[in-house]
């Protein structure tokens, strides 16, 4: 059974790496923000993150989003992690402050047609491994997603960029793929800086945060790691 104090513990620990990551790559303290998917967690050790500290709660379905955030309300940011069909737009713009994963035009435009007057903050899911089986458009792809939601006038802003990793046996193994998308990043900042900060890059699950970090990782997604059981 995974007791409060292991979810505690094991959130404590993964705060301390998240320090050190930003420390080894010269970054200030604050730089690199823990988002929690809560598509692992029950009821209870929701409210066990809220009492540890826990800010940013992510989902991935929009049914979850809307029962989670009708049982804690204002306790977390709500974030949407997961691949968004464009006929959930309208059930997942009004109750979150950023989507992580965006990754078509139409996708921009549904957007667009939903966002409030304020606009709806956006990441693009960009697919920087070239996996078949995973979401996200392709680096020459991005160019044209900036450019769509450019013509949202403002509805839909652009704060940066997501990508997934590939699984592999040693972190070290991904960290040509957070490069790759913070030097994509930094490529097209100065360019759309009239229209977009993209100050965000959303990269780093459990298993190789430390080295997105490194990379220049904004905000590091973190899954089951908490309420894994201890090993024998």
Not at 60 to 82: P, R, T, V, Y
């Amino acid at each position: 059974m995974v007791t409060e104090a292991r979810i505690q513990d094991q959130l404590a620990v993964v705060r301390e790496r998240i320090s050190g990551a930003l420390q080894r790559s010269g970054r200030g303290p604050g730089e690199a923000r823990l988002l929690v998917a809560s598509k692992y967690y029950t009821v209870g050790q929701v409210s066990v993150l809220a009492r540890a500290g826990v800010e940013l709660l992510g989902e991935n379905k929009a049914d979850e989003l809307a029962s989670k955030q009708e049982e804690f309300g204002d306790a977390f940011e709500w974030h949407f992690i997961g691949h968004l069909q464009r006929r959930k737009a309208k059930d997942v713009v009004p109750r979150v402050s950023l989507i992580h994963s965006v990754d078509s035009v139409r996708l921009v435009e549904e957007l667009g047609k939903r966002a409030p007057e304020a606009g709806v903050d956006v990441l693009l899911q960009v697919n920087v491994s070239g996996e078949e089986a995973k979401y996200g458009i392709s680096e020459g792809e991005v160019e044209g997603l900036l450019e769509a939601a450019a013509q949202t006038g403002g509805a839909v802003r652009v704060r940066g960029f997501m990508t997934i990793a590939p699984v592999v046996e040693a972190p070290e193994d991904a960290r040509y793929v957070f490069a790759k998308l913070r030097t994509l990043r930094d490529s097209l900042r100065g360019v759309w800086a009239p229209c977009f900060d993209l100050s965000e890059l959303s990269m780093g699950m459990s298993n190789d945060y430390e080295v997105a970090v490194e990379e220049g990782s904004t905000l590091v997604r973190i899954g089951r790691t908490m309420i894994e059981e201890e090993g024998p």
